[in-house]
């Protein structure tokens, strides 16, 4: 379903393509396929066993300055949902506007997040919560897939049906996590698991004012040339990679035609497998023998937003 909302800005109206749900607990499952047919993707989020859901993602598209552009991002909310919300609704939207986004995109990238860390901090500045968020995302400008992490959401890759991590998780017993956090006056001690301060599993996040010297959103970020080898693009909570290795994740995804269908069997496996956190998958089908059909837009052309609201 499409919904015209009426917003407007610089990227011109935006566009929200909201899944219909299935039947099935509180999940929801869609998919979106870009115009000129070299891509589709599929998603599926589902709260599983936890009491309440603070799983988002955002995925976007739009030509930008003659360039394609499409984002992908996995929020995955600790303490609360607020942070990862506010990062659904915000943390595209502030990297387009960024002024070197095509020409530096790296850059653009690192400031953005960390300025977007900035901003929901002093949203929050008067409350007495502490939520935070984990962001993985992957941006592609034109043939160049730029993979974002902050936490421990992952995104990974087939590429000639190897299994490939594009993100390393930001945990606290990482070497030089560890090292970067004692440097700044922390502590990294083992309750239950390895926690900054004996608080928080992992090592950046966005959010967490009361640890925020020590847990940082200054993202890693990978850059990789798409080419025919690129077969899938997969983005998830650590809801599906506490229970499904990389590899398995892959092999699972490329036994199904379409990426909505693929995005599902993901979440259903790790729901079956007893993750007992929400679980939200993104799958990105790469389709190489496709002519781009698009006719070039100039920097306002048309946002395509695919959004989910959930229960």
């Avoid at 299935?22 to 936890?50: A, P, Q």
């Avoid at 600790?78 to 387009?96: P, Q, T, V, W």
């Avoid at 490939?164 to 070497?175: A, F, G, T, V, Y």
């Avoid at 998958?281 to 959004?307: M, N, R, T």
Wanted: aromatic share 8%.
């Amino acid at each position: 379903m499409i919904v015209d909302t009426g917003a407007t800005d610089t990227q011109g109206p935006i566009l929200d393509i909201i899944p219909e749900k299935e039947d099935y607990g509180d999940f929801t499952v869609g998919g979106w396929k870009s115009e000129d047919g070299r891509l589709n993707c599929g998603f599926s989020s589902f709260m599983g066993k936890r009491p309440s859901m603070e799983d988002f993602f955002d995925v976007k598209s739009s030509e930008i300055d003659g360039q394609r552009v499409c984002m992908f991002g996995i929020f995955d909310g600790h303490g609360g949902s607020r942070a990862a919300e506010f990062l659904k609704e915000h943390l595209f939207e502030n990297l387009m506007k960024h002024p070197q986004f095509i020409i530096d995109t790296k850059l653009a990238i690192s400031e953005t997040y960390q300025q977007t860390d900035m901003d929901f901090l002093e949203s929050e500045k008067d409350t007495y919560r502490d939520d935070g968020s984990t962001a993985s995302t992957a941006i592609l400008v034109g043939n160049h897939l730029y993979v974002a992490n902050v936490g421990d959401s992952r995104t990974v890759i087939s590429k000639a049906g190897k299994a490939i991590p594009l993100s390393e998780d930001h945990k606290p017993n990482r070497s030089d996590e560890r090292k970067r956090i004692e440097n700044a006056g922390g502590v990294v001690i083992w309750a239950g698991t390895w926690r900054v301060g004996g608080v928080l599993a992992m090592s950046r996040a966005f959010g967490n004012r009361m640890l925020k010297q020590f847990v940082v959103a200054e993202p890693e970020i990978q850059v990789q040339e798409i080419d025919e080898e690129f077969e899938l693009l997969l983005l998830a909570s650590d809801g599906l990679w506490d229970v499904v290795p990389n590899e398995d994740a892959v092999s699972l995804a490329r036994t199904e035609e379409e990426p909505e269908a693929a995005a599902q069997k993901l979440m259903e496996t790790a729901f079956t497998r007893g993750s007992a956190d929400n679980i939200t998958c993104i799958v990105v089908k790469f389709h190489h023998d496709k002519a781009d059909s698009a006719a070039p837009q100039h920097s306002d052309g048309e946002l395509v937003d695919i959004s989910l609201e959930i229960p």
